[in-house]
């Protein structure tokens, strides 16, 4: 038996691959400026830009059912969000883009149990996130447990 979701339990770290832009400037092959005895002084800078995976976090916001608890906290379903943060390394590049995070959903759930005419969310229900990775949730219920 599945343990029951709910508002502010934890998803599974999901990674989106290649998700996050990053750039550096590196030297260039054309000479800007000669010293007296012919050797470059300053070259041209070449920015360089690449991808790096970012780690996704989130915690799901039961924000479509207010009548039904679970130890006092709203039950998690299916079609609720998930607010999202990423975290990545630059290793020595600078930042070009990054969302920082966003609000994924919980697309999975229990296929017996409903609230409300939806499916009630457990601990490794699916969750897609706002990079269309997939994760499920991490945590559930200890004392509430559904088929």
């Given at each position: 038996m599945a343990e029951m979701a709910y508002k502010g339990a934890r998803t599974n770290p999901s990674v989106a691959s290649n998700h996050v832009?990053?750039?550096?400037?590196?030297?260039?092959?054309?000479?800007?400026?000669?010293r007296e005895d012919g050797s470059c002084a300053k070259y041209n800078e070449v920015r360089e830009t690449d991808y790096t995976d970012a780690y996704i976090s989130g915690v799901i916001n039961?924000?479509?059912?207010?009548?039904?608890?679970?130890?006092?906290?709203?039950?998690?379903?299916?079609?609720?969000?998930?607010?999202?943060?990423?975290?990545?390394?630059?290793?020595?590049?600078?930042?070009?883009?990054?969302?920082?995070?966003?609000?994924?959903?919980?697309?999975g759930g229990s296929s017996t149990v409903y609230v409300n005419g939806r499916q009630v969310a457990t601990a490794g229900s699916s969750v897609t996130t706002h990079a269309r990775t997939t994760t499920t949730i991490a945590e559930g219920s200890s004392n509430v447990h559904i088929n």
């Open positions: 832009r990053k750039y550096r400037y590196v030297e260039g092959n054309t000479c800007l400026r000669e039961s924000d479509r059912v207010s009548n039904v608890f679970v130890n006092g906290r709203p039950v998690a379903c299916t079609g609720d969000s998930v607010t999202e943060t990423e975290s990545y390394s630059l290793g020595g590049w600078k930042l070009d883009y990054s969302d920082e995070g966003g609000t994924g959903h919980i697309t």
